[in-house]
């Protein structure tokens, strides 16, 4: 059984940084594309960063562009996002998802997802 786990949300203030950790495990994480996704009070989930198995492949949403990086250290079956310069509209639970060695930002592509985590940034 794949499971993701999210960890690395928090309050924090406009303008700080915090990265994100999701472990994943049950699957050939090396083999693995991985993207992470928010969802804010009332709104549909979007997309914010996806990297693809080899790590050759990156994407980003436009809001987030220049702000957050996605990294993954394959030896701990891991992958970050470090978020910095937060906004008030980064505000969402961030969720973490893996599929097979594509990356895509179409969240309906990715088969594992995690429980997600809770970011709030204040003004």
């Known amino acids: 059984q794949v499971q993701l786990v999210e960890s690395g949300g928090g309050l924090v203030q406009a303008g700080d940084s915090l990265r994100l950790s999701c472990a994943v495990s049950g699957r050939t994480f090396s083999g693995s594309a991985v993207g992470w996704f928010r969802q804010a009070p009332g709104k549909e989930r979007e997309f914010v960063a996806a990297m693809s198995a080899l790590g050759d492949n990156t994407y980003y949403a436009d809001s987030v562009k220049g702000r957050f990086t996605i990294s993954r250290d394959n030896a701990k079956n891991t992958v970050y996002l470090q978020m910095n310069s937060l906004k008030p509209e980064d505000t969402a639970v961030y969720y973490c998802?893996?599929?097979?060695?594509?990356?895509?930002?179409?969240?309906?592509?990715?088969?594992?997802w995690g429980q997600g985590t809770q970011v709030t940034v204040s003004s």
């Open positions: 998802a893996a599929r097979a060695f594509v990356a895509t930002t179409n969240e309906y592509q990715y088969n594992y």
